[in-house]
């Protein structure tokens, strides 16, 4: 919605008389179209064409709600004593919450729920007391209980109703409220408080709206707006707004299904309720609709007597108004006054300022009054207002006399230079026209930076940054080396060069160094191009040199104030995109919507905007909807870049990249040095598969790039996409040696560009260090990020032996860890090495982590765990660093630090550590450490077992295998996971029943698996199907096979369990980088494929093909 701002007591006169004015019928005929007001989606107000659906007949369409079955639980029996215990529990519970004891009371009902857990009633008052608690999570699963035990019970229907519709289960949230609405409909709503009634009834009416029941959501309005009035309050209350944006949202459905007079009604309750002058535009809207154009003409004087011009908004809808009416005499002559009464005074009185005069100029234009709103806005941009909108308009109004109307605005100020440059394209309706006009303006020295500034707001940088370099050099008057230098500027942000920026504040004159507003510039430029640390630089000395007071200073504030909110990330406080993403962030993206399109009106050129927009009106309007502004934008403005990019995002993301192409390409066609639209011809060619053009497209933009680190990064994207390595390097080499630093946004794309270059080319090892190391000297304790890049260039330089890498890699890493901004949090470290084991080098991180372990201070037990493992997990992938994890584990366990286990014998580090190096695929490591751990407790049953399951598993069954295995056996007979490995010995030893020597493998196994339920794995019920096979039972090997594969697949697909192990790896090693599709095919995947190999051979009568036993081939069921 427009700003919810309250327009004074002339708008609430002005509803109440448009309210009672809504009977009369209208004179003039009714209009066949009309543009809707700035802020308010065409498809909001737009009729369709549908058959009328009233209330009851969505509700049946909508379908019976969707409903979780209630699990059988018996009751207690009526009159016994659990019934009686249950009854007094909830009445002493009631009272308790009555008492103000929630917490008791809680617990008084759930006494009683676990006497009678299917009691509606008990549900519903657990329910309201979760609520109540602080727990609505809770509260939903009891109300949603409670619904399934008494499916017809209001009050359970609205809750689970209202949290479907929280959760975007829309079908069912409606035909829960509907049911619920119903219910209470029939009993004239008795006991319902007005606020219940509005809550329900407003939710259940949006639910309707958005689903395309327009008549039902209008009638559910009705029914929750009835007795709505404006309770008179200076302030609005939170019920009066409630209620004026339910009455708005209906009355835009209202337009929808032709029912203009009803939404003339809501319309103006709306504006009762809540005084805004979006709704009564609305309004307006519908006057013209209905063909009252006397009504509409009383709406702008109503408006017009709030001196609209004061504020942005009411001005952009009032000049939409008299737009819409085909002007208007009265109000014409009453700006007229207001313009001359805001000019310079004949006794010496202030002028108004010079924005609020040029908005009264734009109003005249819109009366009417052409000439005199020319002259009006010719006054006030000479006054000062060179904002986007007033410069767009005085453009406008000068016709063909636009470019010379510019170069006279460049002339007084040229810090204005890139406003005027892109209004003046966004106002031509022919750039070659404009280009032709520009070159014809003479011998004036502000021509070249005009011209250049032209030419870098259509998208042509390369030639821009020539033409103002030129224009630079040939100027010596201070007023034209400023226009040049603006131009450079606007061409720097054209390329997307921050080094540009630097270069022309390196070539500025001395004299500006002490100017606020160059720096307002230069801020505003290295925020537009990412560079946020020398953007707050230049703010800072802007606001230490200070900026011109009053209109002469508009230029800089608003340069200042937009450098501000880039670097800050978030919208200008108070402005319609900052509003917008409020909206956003409270769930409601159909107001958003509206605020996003009412700044498009008030600031053209606010590229998050748009890009927001683009990203929310699909979901909220549909692509029609979207498909139709983009076109509306691209009639006002033929000529906006802005509007171009959007246009080329909705025909890709809507499949018409083709279409929009050869569209393109038509226009290119008229006229081939059009460089406007050459960005967006370049991802329709991609989006079209036209690969050959697209890169041969990069080429182009590329080569017309400016000389400098942009380019020299868009040249290497360019060349490895189209598989040329050496010539990414190449130009990556040249980003290196720019004289001017580029920030470090470029630099960490430079890095990922070297990252992706073949690991054999020897130049990358050299970029790798040179633009990290560059990086690190800027800013020591910037990234981590630059140190582990620099890793991984030490890493992988060519003929590098693994020691000369080691050691270059704990300098850099030591480096990093010396620098307190760095040290923590642990998460950094652990995702930098992360980074490197996915780059192929996990050497580099294991070291580069061991450099942080050398002192843990300031990490917790749990982070220094995390790096610990992390950093032993990458020498498992290594291979033969077994000695070097178990070093690390002693340096930490004698200091103290028990980052691999709890326990107080070092048998736990051990164990840990072997299990990782297993995990990574390092099973010799695994046994070398497993074996270490013995020597140091020869009597621990988890080293004993876990080498001994080792050796068996690499098919190493003699004397010391089973010693190991029976002694952990022996040490603790009931431990599962031995019984299993002994059991899996029997197996090898061909030992499958019992017998004199002792239980067999099936008697083991099944032990091992009763002894830990739910505990054993798949492999144990595939151990065990083979043990039966071999031991003749058929039926118990094809239970246990069925069970390993129902284990190992766990309900779920290969990539969903692809994804679990990789969730796994992050949470015990600290990777995300494993290859999780290796291990799930060599385990689990492995053992589910053998268990279902050997259920259909035993299906087809074939011999399954069980483990390799001595036994095995002569056993058969």
């Given at each position: 919605?427009?700003?919810?701002r309250?327009?004074?007591?002339?708008?609430?006169?002005?509803a109440a008389?448009?309210q009672?004015?809504?009977?009369?019928?209208?004179q003039?005929a009714?209009?066949?179209?009309v543009a809707?007001?700035?802020?308010v989606?065409?498809?909001?107000?737009?009729?369709?064409?549908?058959p009328p659906?009233?209330?009851?007949?969505a509700l049946?369409?909508?379908?019976?709600p969707e409903r979780?079955?209630?699990?059988?639980?018996?009751?207690?029996?009526?009159g016994?004593?659990?019934?009686?215990?249950?009854?007094r529990?909830?009445v002493?519970?009631r009272?308790r919450a009555?008492d103000g004891?929630p917490s008791?009371?809680?617990?008084d009902?759930?006494?009683?729920?676990?006497l009678?857990?299917?009691s509606?009633?008990?549900?519903?008052?657990r329910?309201e007391?979760?609520?109540?608690?602080?727990?609505?999570?809770r509260?939903?699963?009891?109300?949603?209980?409670?619904l399934?035990?008494?499916?017809?019970?209001?009050?359970?229907?609205?809750?689970?109703?209202?949290?479907?519709?929280?959760a975007?289960?829309?079908?069912?949230?409606?035909?829960?409220?509907?049911?619920?609405?119903?219910?209470?409909e029939?009993?004239?709503?008795?006991?319902?408080?007005?606020?219940?009634?509005?809550?329900?009834?407003?939710a259940l009416?949006?639910?309707?709206?958005?689903?395309g029941?327009?008549?039902?959501g209008?009638?559910v309005?009705?029914?929750a707006?009835a007795?709505?009035?404006?309770d008179?309050?200076?302030?609005?209350?939170?019920?009066?707004?409630?209620?004026?944006?339910?009455?708005?949202?209906a009355?835009?459905?209202?337009?929808?299904?032709?029912?203009?007079d009803?939404?003339?009604?809501?319309?103006?309750l709306?504006a009762a309720?809540?005084p805004?002058?979006?709704?009564?535009?609305?309004?307006?809207?519908?006057?013209?609709?209905?063909?009252?154009?006397a009504g509409?003409?009383?709406t702008?004087g109503?408006?017009l007597?709030?001196?609209?011009?004061?504020d942005?908004e009411?001005?952009?809808?009032?000049?939409?108004?008299?737009?819409?009416?085909?002007?208007d005499?009265?109000?014409?002559?009453?700006?007229?006054m207001?313009?001359?009464?805001?000019?310079p005074?004949r006794?010496?009185e202030?002028?108004a300022?010079?924005?609020?005069?040029?908005?009264?100029?734009?109003?005249?234009i819109?009366?009417g009054?052409?000439?005199?709103?020319?002259?009006?806005i010719?006054?006030?941009v000479?006054?000062g207002?060179?904002?986007?909108?007033?410069?767009?308009t005085?453009?406008a109004a000068?016709?063909?006399?636009a470019?010379?109307?510019a170069l006279?605005?460049?002339?007084?100020?040229?810090?204005?230079?890139?406003d005027?440059?892109?209004s003046?394209?966004?106002?031509?309706?022919?750039?070659?026209?404009?280009?032709?006009?520009?070159?014809?303006l003479?011998d004036?020295?502000?021509r070249?930076?005009?011209?250049?500034?032209?030419?870098?707001?259509?998208n042509?940088s390369?030639g821009?940054w020539?033409r103002a370099?030129d224009a630079?050099?040939?100027?010596t008057?201070?007023?034209?080396?400023?226009?040049?230098?603006e131009?450079m500027?606007?061409?720097?942000?054209a390329?997307?060069?921050?080094s540009?920026?630097?270069?022309?504040a390196?070539?500025?004159p001395?004299a500006?160094?002490?100017?606020g507003a160059w720096?307002?510039?230069l801020?505003?430029?290295?925020a537009d191009?990412?560079?946020?640390?020398e953007a707050?630089q230049?703010?800072?000395?802007?606001?230490l040199?200070?900026?011109p007071?009053?209109?002469?200073?508009l230029?800089?504030?608003?340069?200042?104030?937009?450098a501000?909110?880039t670097v800050?990330?978030?919208?200008?406080?108070?402005?319609?995109?900052?509003r917008?993403?409020?909206?956003?962030?409270?769930?409601n993206?159909?107001?958003?919507?509206?605020?996003?399109?009412?700044?498009?009106?008030?600031a053209?050129?606010?590229?998050?905007?748009?890009?927001l927009?683009?990203?929310i009106?699909?979901?909220?309007d549909?692509p029609?909807?979207?498909?139709?502004?983009?076109?509306?934008e691209?009639?006002?403005?033929?000529?906006?870049?802005?509007?171009w990019?959007?246009?080329?995002?909705a025909a890709?993301?809507?499949?018409?990249?083709?279409?929009?192409?050869?569209?393109?390409?038509?226009?290119?066609?008229a006229d081939?040095?059009?460089?406007l639209?050459?960005?967006?011809?370049?991802?329709l060619?991609?989006?079209?598969?036209?690969?050959a053009?697209?890169?041969?497209?990069?080429?182009?933009?590329?080569?017309?790039?400016?000389?400098?680190?942009?380019?020299s990064?868009?040249?290497?994207a360019?060349?490895?996409?189209?598989g040329?390595?050496?010539?990414?390097a190449?130009?990556?080499?040249?980003f290196?040696?720019?004289a001017?630093p580029?920030?470090?946004?470029?630099?960490?794309?430079?890095?990922?560009?070297?990252?992706?270059?073949?690991?054999a080319?020897?130049?990358?090892?050299?970029i790798l260090?040179d633009?990290?190391?560059?990086?690190?000297?800027?800013?020591p304790d910037?990234?981590?990020?630059?140190?582990?890049?620099?890793?991984?260039g030490a890493?992988?330089?060519?003929?590098?032996t693994?020691?000369?890498?080691?050691?270059?890699v704990?300098t850099i890493?030591?480096?990093?860890?010396?620098?307190d901004?760095?040290?923590?949090?642990?998460?950094?470290?652990?995702?930098?090495?992360d980074f490197?084991?996915?780059?192929?080098?996990?050497?580099?991180?294991?070291?580069f982590?061991?450099?942080?372990?050398?002192d843990?201070?300031?990490?917790?037990?749990?982070?220094?765990?995390?790096?610990?493992?992390?950093?032993?997990?990458?020498?498992?992938?290594?291979g033969?660093r077994?000695?070097a994890?178990?070093s690390?584990?002693?340096?930490?366990?004698?200091?103290?630090h028990?980052?691999?286990?709890?326990a107080d014998?070092?048998?736990?580090?051990?164990?840990?550590?072997a299990?990782?190096?297993?995990?990574l695929?390092?099973?010799?490591g695994?046994?070398r450490i497993?074996?270490a751990?013995?020597?140091v407790?020869?009597?621990?049953?988890v080293?004993l077992?876990n080498l001994g399951w080792?050796?068996l598993?690499?098919g190493?069954i003699?004397e010391r295998?089973?010693?190991?295995?029976e002694?952990a056996?022996?040490?603790?007979p009931?431990?599962h996971?031995?019984?299993?490995?002994?059991?899996?010995?029997?197996?090898?030893q061909g030992?499958?029943?019992d017998?004199?020597?002792?239980p067999?493998?099936?008697t083991?196994?099944?032990?091992?698996?009763e002894g830990?339920?739910?505990?054993?794995?798949a492999?144990?019920?595939?151990?065990l199907g083979?043990?039966?096979?071999?031991?003749?039972?058929?039926?118990?090997?094809r239970?246990?096979w069925?069970?390993?594969?129902?284990?190992a697949?766990a309900?779920?697909?290969r990539?969903?369990?692809?994804?679990?192990?990789?969730?796994?790896f992050l949470a015990?090693?600290?990777?995300?980088?494993?290859?999780?599709?290796r291990?799930?095919?060599?385990?689990?995947?492995?053992?589910?494929?053998?268990a279902?190999?050997?259920?259909?051979?035993?299906?087809?009568?074939?011999?399954?093909?069980?483990?390799?036993?001595?036994?095995?081939?002569?056993?058969?069921?």
């Amino acid at each position: 919605m427009i700003a919810r701002r309250a327009v004074a007591v002339a708008l609430v006169a002005f509803a109440a008389a448009a309210q009672a004015a809504v009977a009369h019928p209208a004179q003039d005929a009714p209009r066949a179209s009309v543009a809707p007001p700035p802020g308010v989606p065409a498809a909001r107000v737009r009729p369709v064409e549908r058959p009328p659906v009233p209330f009851d007949a969505a509700l049946a369409a909508i379908g019976e709600p969707e409903r979780l079955s209630a699990a059988p639980v018996q009751r207690p029996a009526p009159g016994s004593a659990a019934e009686t215990v249950a009854v007094r529990r909830y009445v002493r519970g009631r009272q308790r919450a009555l008492d103000g004891q929630p917490s008791r009371a809680a617990e008084d009902i759930d006494a009683a729920l676990r006497l009678d857990p299917a009691s509606a009633v008990l549900r519903s008052a657990r329910a309201e007391l979760a609520l109540a608690g602080g727990d609505p999570r809770r509260s939903v699963a009891e109300w949603e209980a409670a619904l399934a035990l008494a499916p017809d019970d209001p009050r359970a229907q609205v809750a689970v109703g209202l949290a479907s519709i929280d959760a975007g289960r829309l079908a069912r949230g409606a035909a829960l409220l509907g049911r619920a609405w119903k219910t209470f409909e029939s009993t004239g709503f008795d006991g319902m408080s007005p606020d219940a009634r509005l809550t329900i009834g407003s939710a259940l009416a949006r639910c309707m709206l958005r689903l395309g029941f327009d008549e039902a959501g209008l009638e559910v309005s009705a029914g929750a707006l009835a007795g709505a009035e404006p309770d008179g309050g200076a302030v609005a209350n939170v019920r009066s707004r409630a209620q004026a944006a339910l009455a708005r949202d209906a009355g835009e459905a209202a337009f929808r299904v032709r029912r203009v007079d009803e939404a003339l009604d809501l319309l103006s309750l709306s504006a009762a309720l809540v005084p805004d002058a979006g709704t009564v535009a609305l309004l307006a809207y519908g006057q013209l609709l209905s063909g009252d154009d006397a009504g509409a003409r009383r709406t702008v004087g109503a408006l017009l007597a709030e001196a609209p011009w004061r504020d942005e908004e009411l001005t952009v809808l009032v000049e939409w108004l008299l737009g819409a009416v085909g002007g208007d005499r009265p109000s014409a002559e009453s700006l007229s006054m207001a313009a001359y009464s805001a000019g310079p005074g004949r006794f010496g009185e202030q002028p108004a300022p010079a924005e609020r005069r040029a908005r009264i100029a734009r109003l005249l234009i819109a009366a009417g009054d052409v000439e005199g709103g020319r002259q009006a806005i010719d006054d006030a941009v000479d006054a000062g207002a060179l904002d986007p909108t007033s410069l767009a308009t005085a453009f406008a109004a000068a016709g063909d006399r636009a470019a010379a109307r510019a170069l006279a605005i460049v002339q007084a100020r040229p810090d204005a230079l890139r406003d005027v440059c892109r209004s003046l394209v966004t106002t031509a309706r022919d750039l070659r026209t404009l280009r032709a006009q520009v070159e014809a303006l003479g011998d004036s020295p502000f021509r070249a930076p005009l011209a250049a500034g032209v030419l870098a707001a259509c998208n042509g940088s390369g030639g821009a940054w020539r033409r103002a370099e030129d224009a630079l050099d040939a100027a010596t008057q201070p007023a034209v080396q400023r226009a040049a230098l603006e131009a450079m500027l606007l061409a720097a942000v054209a390329a997307g060069d921050p080094s540009l920026v630097a270069r022309a504040a390196a070539d500025a004159p001395g004299a500006l160094e002490m100017s606020g507003a160059w720096h307002a510039s230069l801020a505003r430029a290295f925020a537009d191009t990412g560079a946020a640390i020398e953007a707050q630089q230049s703010i800072a000395r802007a606001e230490l040199r200070g900026l011109p007071a009053g209109d002469a200073g508009l230029v800089a504030r608003t340069s200042l104030a937009e450098a501000r909110a880039t670097v800050d990330g978030r919208a200008p406080e108070g402005s319609p995109r900052g509003r917008a993403e409020a909206a956003l962030s409270m769930g409601n993206p159909q107001a958003a919507v509206g605020e996003l399109m009412m700044a498009r009106a008030t600031a053209p050129f606010d590229a998050g905007s748009i890009d927001l927009l683009l990203r929310i009106l699909p979901r909220t309007d549909g692509p029609r909807a979207t498909s139709d502004w983009v076109e509306g934008e691209l009639a006002r403005r033929p000529n906006d870049p802005l509007a171009w990019r959007a246009y080329v995002r909705a025909a890709i993301a809507g499949g018409a990249a083709a279409d929009a192409l050869a569209r393109i390409d038509e226009r290119l066609a008229a006229d081939p040095d059009d460089t406007l639209l050459l960005p967006g011809r370049e991802e329709l060619l991609r989006a079209a598969g036209r690969t050959a053009e697209a890169l041969a497209a990069a080429r182009q933009r590329v080569a017309s790039l400016p000389t400098g680190p942009r380019r020299s990064l868009e040249e290497a994207a360019v060349e490895l996409q189209s598989g040329n390595p050496p010539g990414a390097a190449d130009a990556l080499a040249r980003f290196a040696e720019s004289a001017f630093p580029p920030p470090s946004s470029m630099r960490a794309t430079a890095l990922d560009l070297a990252r992706r270059l073949p690991a054999a080319l020897p130049a990358r090892s050299t970029i790798l260090r040179d633009v990290a190391r560059d990086a690190v000297l800027t800013d020591p304790d910037e990234s981590l990020e630059f140190y582990a890049f620099e890793c991984l260039g030490a890493a992988t330089e060519p003929g590098i032996t693994p020691a000369q890498a080691d050691r270059a890699v704990r300098t850099i890493a030591s480096e990093a860890a010396d620098q307190d901004a760095l040290r923590t949090p642990a998460e950094r470290w652990r995702a930098s090495a992360d980074f490197l084991f996915a780059q192929g080098a996990p050497r580099a991180a294991a070291e580069f982590l061991r450099a942080r372990l050398e002192d843990p201070s300031g990490l917790s037990g749990q982070e220094l765990s995390l790096l610990a493992r992390v950093a032993v997990a990458c020498d498992g992938a290594v291979g033969g660093r077994a000695d070097a994890a178990m070093s690390l584990a002693a340096q930490l366990r004698s200091a103290g630090h028990r980052a691999f286990g709890e326990a107080d014998g070092d048998a736990s580090d051990f164990v840990a550590v072997a299990g990782i190096f297993e995990l990574l695929g390092d099973a010799s490591g695994s046994e070398r450490i497993l074996e270490a751990g013995l020597a140091v407790e020869p009597d621990s049953t988890v080293l004993l077992n876990n080498l001994g399951w080792a050796r068996l598993a690499r098919g190493e069954i003699g004397e010391r295998t089973v010693s190991l295995i029976e002694r952990a056996v022996e040490l603790k007979p009931d431990e599962h996971t031995s019984l299993d490995t002994l059991g899996w010995l029997r197996y090898a030893q061909g030992r499958f029943a019992d017998g004199p020597e002792g239980p067999g493998a099936v008697t083991l196994i099944s032990r091992a698996i009763e002894g830990s339920p739910g505990a054993a794995g798949a492999e144990v019920h595939d151990h065990l199907g083979d043990a039966r096979w071999c031991a003749g039972d058929a039926d118990g090997a094809r239970t246990a096979w069925q069970d390993a594969v129902r284990l190992a697949e766990a309900g779920l697909d290969r990539e969903q369990n692809i994804e679990v192990l990789r969730r796994l790896f992050l949470a015990r090693v600290g990777l995300a980088s494993i290859d999780a599709v290796r291990y799930h095919e060599t385990h689990d995947g492995a053992i589910a494929a053998r268990a279902r190999a050997k259920l259909e051979a035993v299906a087809r009568g074939a011999r399954p093909e069980v483990a390799p036993s001595p036994g095995a081939a002569k056993q058969s069921p």
